[in-house]
């Protein structure tokens, strides 16, 4: 996979170096570039953000640097994402969609917003949540160590994403490593068990139990095995 991300603040992006995304780079699974589209900006002060027509609070990024540091990156076929918190909330099912691309370029903003024309470049707008950052720097990494850790080979174990939370539809059901008794506190026996079956249904009955506490929400879209629902049912 490659992955290009304009923005002004490139040194924001050496934390993607660090542990299994560092990786994943020194092994060639995913490239990730930078470019800093202030260099592109076409004014001797090397302005990249103008006042907003009409009036109003702030600064906006100008379309030109944006518009000219695109263009000197081929991106036929490329997924460009807009780092918006009025785009599409981002969700483990936008990290599968995504880790599935060839080539991913994502677009920071930062001051108070952007000059609308830039959205014709894009094919994607996607917000982290319903809140405000300074930038789009924060967002874009987030999105792409979700994305990322998807790509065959990144995880030690290729299974070890499929039970995490949200990629069954269902939170994660509660685990537990050594010692067996902690302070009191002990490893459900099922866990010691070694019964294989035992431990699959248990664990499939804590994460809909955990699901339905905490996030209902899920149960409503999440595909759910007959057995599942059948607990489910016992549950309530
Ligand atoms: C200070 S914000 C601008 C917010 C804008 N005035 C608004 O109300 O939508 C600057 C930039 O940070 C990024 N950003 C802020 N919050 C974000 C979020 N929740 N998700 C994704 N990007 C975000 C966007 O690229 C945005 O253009």
Redesign the pocket.
């Known amino acids: 996979m490659k992955i290009d991300i304009l923005t002004l603040f490139p040194e924001m992006f050496t934390a993607l170096n660090q542990s299994m995304l560092g990786k994943a780079q020194e092994r060639g699974l995913v490239t990730i570039e930078t470019h800093d589209f202030r260099d592109n900006a076409d004014n001797k002060q090397r302005h990249v953000d103008d006042m907003p027509y009409g009036g109003g609070q702030?600064m906006l990024l100008m379309a030109q640097p944006i518009f000219d540091t695109l263009a000197k990156i081929p991106h036929e076929n490329a997924r460009v994402i807009?780092?918006?918190?009025?785009?599409a909330t981002f969700t483990q099912k936008k990290a599968e969609e995504l880790s599935k691309e060839a080539h991913l370029i994502f677009l920071?903003?930062?001051?108070?917003?952007?000059d609308e024309r830039i959205k014709t470049l894009v094919t994607d707008e996607?917000?982290?949540?319903?809140?405000?950052?300074?930038?789009?720097e924060a967002?874009a990494t987030v999105m792409i160590d979700a994305t990322v850790r998807l790509l065959p080979g990144v995880l030690g174990n290729v299974d070890s994403h499929e039970d995490d939370s949200f990629s069954s539809g269902l939170l994660e059901y509660p685990q537990y490593t050594r010692p067996e008794d902690f302070r009191g506190m002990k490893v459900p026996d099922v866990l010691m068990s070694g019964h294989h079956e035992n431990i699959r249904k248990w664990r499939l009955r804590e994460s809909l139990k955990k699901t339905r506490d905490r996030r209902p929400d899920l149960l409503e879209t999440a595909d759910l095995s007959e057995e599942a629902q059948k607990i489910l049912a016992e549950l309530s």
């Open positions: 702030g807009l780092l918006d918190p009025a785009g920071c903003g930062h001051y108070e917003g952007y996607l917000s982290l949540g319903d809140f405000i950052l300074t930038g789009g967002a």
